[in-house]
């Protein structure tokens, strides 16, 4: 085996789970269940760790044939039915959070809202990474389509010095660019309109150049420090120099592009890679290149509290993933939405296990 490749998981047993007999398996299965309508329509992929895909499908079907609305007795049986944890070699993970920020906005440019967020442009094409194109860079997943072949599209910096200007993209428009910002990293948001109305844009495309993190280029520039960086500790320094900000955040060339999404039940999150809505707490952000989506992942660690850090057990859904989510344990953590969700996702890091749930044969 190459230092390259994921190394096997191996089975640990419920009973080397500390805190599964007390978490709520109930709320985990509805989150599952919702995973279990898309996975019965397509078989999940298979991923590099070899999670099949076929026999979770097979699961999935099996919660289908349950109500929506399990106990959680029931609901626990059903997963030591189905599924085996496995670890891997060192079982340490690490794990950061996120969420649906909410802002007020404009459907017109008017006062103070003149960020728009925007749709993508027709030639912005999603590349097949099985077979790129010549002359585009290694793992660029998007580019621009012209009469001649591909070519890298605007990155973010040219965009917010107006690339895109008056083709009409703009979905809705914020007052503050650094709310705009953090949209393009949590990738979706409800924005409220003038009207009383409740809006979702969430992710549909982005620029394809590379992420890079605006906390990572504070501390290269010596504005924050190492293991201080917090979505909360950028904010402030953003705020206190406006002057920087253009600077600072076209620093991340990736830049995002979104479509309207219908808010169907305001206790879930957006629709996520997965093709499924994100539930508070339940769902998990994957490296997509190992996991195979919907298979629950058993997370031990520590979140964010009133009065320091609570102990965080309980069994989440693999149902989306991101840029920076890379790694056989790695965890990104939806909280919600609205600012109470935002300051614990913003504060989120920390390590603990990443248990993998894998389908019984």
Known sequence: MSSGEPRPLSPVGFAAL???EEDDHAAAFRAFRLSALRAVEASPKTRALGIDGARLALVAAKALELPEMIDRAAARTFFETHFEPHEGEAGEGFFTGYYEPEADAALVPAGP???ALLRPPEELVEIDEANPPPGLKTGMRFARKTATGFEPFFDRGAIMDGALDGRGLEIAFLADPVDAYF???QGAARLRLGDGRLMRVTYAAKSGHAYTPVG????ERGALERGKVTMQ???AWLAAHP???RDVLGANRSYIFFREAP????ALGPIAAAKVALTPGRSLAVDRTLHTFHVPIWIDTVVPGASGSEPFRRLLVAQDTGSAILGPARGDIFFGSGDAAGEIAGRMQARGRFVTLVPRA
Not at 216 to 219: E, K, T, Y
Not at 263 to 266: G, N, S, T
């Open 18 to 20: 500390p805190g599964w």
């Open 113 to 115: 809202y003149r960020t």
């Open 183 to 185: 949209i393009h990293v």
């Open 216 to 219: 990572r280029v504070l501390i």
């Open 233 to 235: 500790a950028i904010r």
């Open 243 to 245: 002057y920087e900000i």
């Open 263 to 266: 808010v169907e039940d305001p």
